[in-house]
């Protein structure tokens, strides 16, 4: 990316879809390059076209979704009663399914971002406004989530559920419980202990832990984190998300800094395995269905959310994976009730918020936590 780009992309004379793919060619970051948009003041869609007419529904649907967020029929089910071919692609962070998006890949019909992302997504004008009549299913969404302030009215996202990062342990081998961030600080568990390959848990975590919001930009603080950071580094077998799990219930993994349902999903195959949030407090997160603007099934991506926005299907969904849902007629009938935060933890729970232009740095440190 080049100045004269910058001065084009102002004046109206290079698309913005364009200045987002030679700026990441460039090597900017993906968070940065939404910061730049939000600058130049190209960061909303809401001046987008008009809800476009949507024709018949497509025979197939393109999906690229968090691993392991769905029950083991959702698709199948949705396959069979639409007549519709799904396929999956899944992601471990944010910011690997930010880089694909806003480098343009193109065929997918409906992602699933955390909140604090909504800010680069609309940077690079890469939703498309979901049409409300196609969703009337739409009145189970919970109050809670209806009308949030990174997408206002909702008109580009329908919530699908949240959950909370905290530390994962094997009661059975490791004692005392760990209450603090500290624990991957502590050489005992030296190849035991895993923390997620995700920039705003791991440097977001050692944040919380020296009293900080973990949203923070300010330099000093962010020197300190990166020094924790690497000082645990040393004590961990790896950064793993999800995928952890399997390593947890084997044993092979001790305590692994993880999200709230995927530590539910390992507990019901090893009830040794519990769940804490750190006494410094930690994240908590809203994921929500979006439609590129280049989805290719647009129909097919309303049938899907209008789909997962009864009540049954949410249900199972939130009881095989372990995260609360946003459908409040759902909520009702799940087996499985997702323990609400207690007020004690509540009060330590923080949402990650877009970083901005400092988006630039959190990218440098993390690229030196990986290096050290
Ligand atoms: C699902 C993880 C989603 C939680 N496996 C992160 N927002």
Request: aromatic letters at 10%; proline letters at 6%; a negative charge.
């Amino acid at each position: 990316m080049t100045d004269p780009d910058l001065t084009q992309l102002i004046s109206g004379q290079l698309p913005r879809r364009e200045f987002v793919r030679r700026a990441l060619a460039s090597g900017v970051s993906f968070s940065a390059v939404g910061a730049l948009l939000a600058a130049c003041g190209k960061g909303s869609s809401k001046d987008g076209p008009a809800v476009a007419e949507l024709g018949p529904i497509e025979k197939q649907l393109n999906l690229y979704l968090w691993s392991d967020y769905l029950a083991d029929d959702t698709l199948s089910n949705f396959e069979k009663e639409f007549g519709v071919r799904v396929t999956l692609d899944t992601y471990e962070s944010n910011e690997e399914m930010a880089a694909k998006l806003l480098a343009g890949a193109a065929g997918y019909d409906l992602v699933l971002p955390s909140s604090y992302l909504f800010p680069v997504l609309f940077a690079g004008d890469l939703l498309a406004p979901l049409d409300r009549r196609h969703l009337p299913n739409w009145t189970n969404v919970a109050p809670l989530f209806v009308d949030p302030a990174w997408d206002p009215g909702n008109a580009h996202s329908a919530p699908w559920g949240w959950g909370l990062t905290g530390i994962a342990y094997r009661s059975d081998l490791v004692r005392p419980a760990p209450e603090s961030w500290s624990v991957f600080l502590d050489q005992n568990y030296r190849g035991k202990m895993t923390m997620l390959d995700d920039l705003r848990d791991v440097i977001g975590s050692f944040l919380r832990h020296r009293g900080h919001s973990l949203n923070s930009t300010d330099p000093a603080q962010l020197e300190v984190a990166k020094q924790d950071a690497i000082a645990a580094k040393r004590n961990l077998k790896a950064y793993l998300s999800a995928p952890v799990k399997g390593q947890l219930i084997a044993g092979d993994v001790w305590i692994a800094q993880m999200w709230s349902g995927d530590a539910a999903q390992a507990i019901t195959e090893q009830s040794a395995i519990k769940f804490v949030v750190p006494r410094e407090g930690s994240m908590i997160f809203v994921d929500a269905l979006v439609m590129p603007r280049s989805a290719p099934h647009k129909r097919a991506a309303h049938e899907f959310i209008n789909y997962v926005l009864r009540p049954e299907v949410a249900a199972a969904i939130s009881d095989q994976t372990g995260y609360a849902t946003a459908n409040q007629a759902a909520a009702d009938l799940t087996k499985i009730k997702v323990p609400y935060p207690t007020d004690e933890e509540l009060a330590l729970l923080e949402y990650q918020t877009d970083l901005g232009r400092e988006a630039e740095r959190w990218d440098r440190i993390w690229t030196e936590i990986k290096a050290a």
